[in-house]
């Protein structure tokens, strides 16, 4: 521990007598989820009741069971040489059991996707995460167990956080084990070969059930930070680049802000604190959550080598889930990027209406990029461009650089028809546009044969609505608007992702 | 296999004056005030819960022992009000763990309606561990195997009749 500002809550006294006390702490009042309305989901038969579904409902389809390794079909374009590797998606994909639904798209089941490139070639398989939420669900042929916006039901049994974890968030390679992130518990390890479920990641006993996000990040040296959120609590994590654990401090922030990623530069964590503030125990965490623009959002800088030291940076109210890698000048001034909205209400509200086949029509994030002076001030940039999941070159990890890549061109549908690269020196966004029957997901950038940006790769993945399958595209970093330089097509139509990572052959 | 067999308060008292490290002051006292508490409840009239002052036995058979370290430590209690945090439990019970260990029988004042938790206190510091953020890290059960879900099992989900002796089967997760 580390300083007043790093004082853990400890409950060194527990006994069996106090054990109500500290489970009521660390959950949620019955009486608060029971008083939630109950579940009005769109089973099969509402969505038979209905119109036609709208085409988008097929990135949030169910998917039954795990997909076989199979061969990609090339559809256009020659792989460039000296890419390969495998592509690692996660993202949500059992939403309905029985007669019952999620109610959030960020709650269901983690579907590991793996996409392995080589000589020309790509493979596809994916395996949902054997967790116990997934058992418990599975035995109860309903969907019980609560989440993020998924209130819990009459049998779920929720005696930690990973009985709740749905492993489906983001991905990543730590010390040799593949890692498959959720933000409100353990990461779960998976062969990265076969996708088996080994358990839970576990770094030391004593940080059982500790919230390790979905957002780490990686300094050049391997190493990786990233943070738990737990309300006024946030666990900081350190990891070795060999998966050991250097540190976990709990930090206590000035108020309960609710954030699903941070950024740093090479000597600060960046801490993003919106207005959507944690005021109740009450499940699902959006029902604990309010909405309070006129506490504007505040920025915490916090010193890397002594996590006590912080600086606070104050901007109007704005809402975000990701922000990109940041850096710093010579006169401390930081800058980084995030893709931000008015408020949180597509996480609020239109997350949970795209399971009932509805776009709420919420707005769309806009990239910004946001400056933090050493004077104390701080600014926004929006660059009217639609943006949201922000990647970067990892090489570049706390240094100045010109790209940001992203997805983007909306229309009036709920998920994204393109990807670009913005370009922060000429401010243009370079955009390859994939058209309306494609979905996009996020993209991951490639370091390619140089040590110029341009000259890397973005790989990631659409869903083809038209011929219902997910495809595999690699574009030029340096010429997006040229279009993918290869695209394979798979004999699946999965659902979309949130998070992927690209794992390069040795 | 091994039996134990426990009075509750002969067994606070046995803790008590062994006073071995294991057994931290937390525990100590909740064992004290158990033993006051079942001293006390043998003198006085019956309850209107307690259908017999005499003593009765409870057999907890226990399951799903990870790993055959440091105590269990279960809390018996007579009332929602004293399982909820207003009150005493009647009895307070440290047992050792071993590899052989399939049940316990622990002496209870009177019939009546219980409920009890337990932990496996596996590292026998006489605490249950957290995690920083003060979630428990160590494995615990409550009567009728009723399970926590987001908070504790309520009363309701625990409490049993023992009229002369009962037996809890319960194991952990």
């Keep these: ?506 | 296999m091994r039996n134990v067999l426990l009075s509750a308060a002969s067994l606070a008292l046995v803790s008590l004056s062994a006073a071995t490290p294991a057994i931290a002051s937390p525990s100590k006292k909740a064992l004290s005030q158990a033993a006051d508490t079942a001293q006390e409840s043998s003198t006085t009239a019956v309850s209107d819960k307690a259908v017999s002052d005499k003593a009765v036995s409870l057999v907890i058979e226990v399951g799903g022992i990870k790993k055959p370290t440091g105590q269990l430590l279960i809390a018996i209690f007579d009332s929602a009000e004293s399982y909820g945090g207003e009150g005493d439990p009647v009895a307070s019970v440290a047992v050792p763990v071993d590899a052989d260990m399939e049940s316990l029988e622990v002496e209870l004042p009177k019939s009546g309606t219980y409920g009890f938790r337990m932990f496996h206190d596996i590292d026998g510091d006489g605490a249950m561990d957290t995690n920083p953020l003060g979630m428990p890290t160590e494995p615990f059960a409550f009567s009728n195997n009723a399970r926590a879900s987001m908070g504790p099992a309520p009363f309701s989900a625990v409490q049993f009749d023992v009229d002369g002796s009962a037996t809890q089967s319960v194991r952990f997760r």
């Design chain 1, 1 to 506: 521990m580390k300083g007043a500002f790093g004082r853990a809550v400890f409950h060194t006294s527990f006994t069996v007598t106090d054990m109500s006390n500290t489970l009521d702490r660390r959950a949620c009042l019955k009486s608060a989820f029971a008083a939630m309305s109950a579940a009005a989901v769109i089973t099969p038969e509402i969505a038979l009741a209905g119109a036609a579904p709208a085409d988008w409902t097929l990135g949030v389809a169910d998917v039954d069971r795990d997909i076989a390794p199979h061969r990609m079909t090339r559809i256009h374009g020659r792989s460039p040489q000296d890419l390969a590797g495998v592509l690692y998606r996660n993202g949500p994909a059992k939403f309905l059991r029985g007669s019952s639904a999620a109610e959030h798209w960020f709650d269901g089941d983690g579907l590991m996707r793996r996409f392995a490139l080589g000589e020309g070639e790509a493979m596809l398989s994916a395996r949902f995460a054997e967790t116990p939420k997934r058992r418990q669900e599975a035995a109860a042929n309903a969907m019980i167990v609560p989440g993020f916006g998924t209130a819990a039901r009459e049998g779920a049994v929720v005696e930690n956080p990973d009985d709740a974890n749905a492993a489906n968030t983001s991905v990543i390679k730590l010390g040799g084990e593949l890692l498959a992130l959720w933000e409100g518990g353990s990461a779960v390890r998976m062969d990265a070969g076969t996708l088996e479920t080994l358990g839970f990641k576990t770094f030391r006993d004593d940080l059982a059930y500790v919230p390790f996000s979905a957002h780490p990040r990686t300094e050049p040296d391997g190493s990786v930070w990233n943070f738990g959120w737990a309300g006024r609590s946030c666990v900081i994590w350190r990891i070795g680049a060999d998966g050991t654990l250097i540190s976990a401090d709990v930090i206590t922030l000035p108020r309960a802000s609710y954030f699903h990623d941070f950024t740093m530069t090479k000597r600060h964590l960046i801490v993003v604190l919106q207005p959507w503030i944690q005021t109740s125990s009450y499940m699902p965490v959006v029902a604990s959550l309010d909405w309070l623009p006129e506490q504007g959002t505040r920025i915490l800088v916090i010193d890397k080598d002594d996590l006590s030291r912080v600086r606070s940076f104050e901007l109007p109210a704005f809402s975000a889930f990701h922000f990109a890698d940041a850096w710093e000048e010579a006169d401390g001034t930081i800058r980084f990027d995030g893709c931000l909205q008015d408020d949180p209400s597509f996480g609020q509200v239109a997350a949970k209406e795209l399971l009932r086949g509805r776009w709420a029509g919420v707005p769309h994030p806009v990239l910004n990029r946001i400056t933090l002076r050493s004077d104390g001030t701080a600014t926004l940039e929006p660059t009217g461009h639609l943006a949201e999941f922000p990647t970067s070159d990892a090489r570049r990890s706390g240094e100045r650089r010109r790209l940001t890549v992203h997805v983007t061109g909306y229309g009036d549908a709920p998920f994204p028809h393109a990807v670009g690269a913005f370009d922060w020196d000429s401010g243009r966004d370079s955009v390859c546009d994939f058209g309306r029957d494609h979905l996009v997901e996020e993209f991951c950038y490639v370091p390619g044969n140089t040590a110029r940006e341009e000259d890397g790769w973005l790989i990631g993945t659409t869903l083809n609505l038209k011929a219902r399958a997910t495809e595999l595209h690699v574009l030029s970093a340096g010429r997006v608007a040229a279009g993918p330089i290869i695209s394979w097509r798979s004999n699946v139509a999965l659902p979309l992702t949130f998070h992927g990572s690209f794992v390069q052959a040795a």
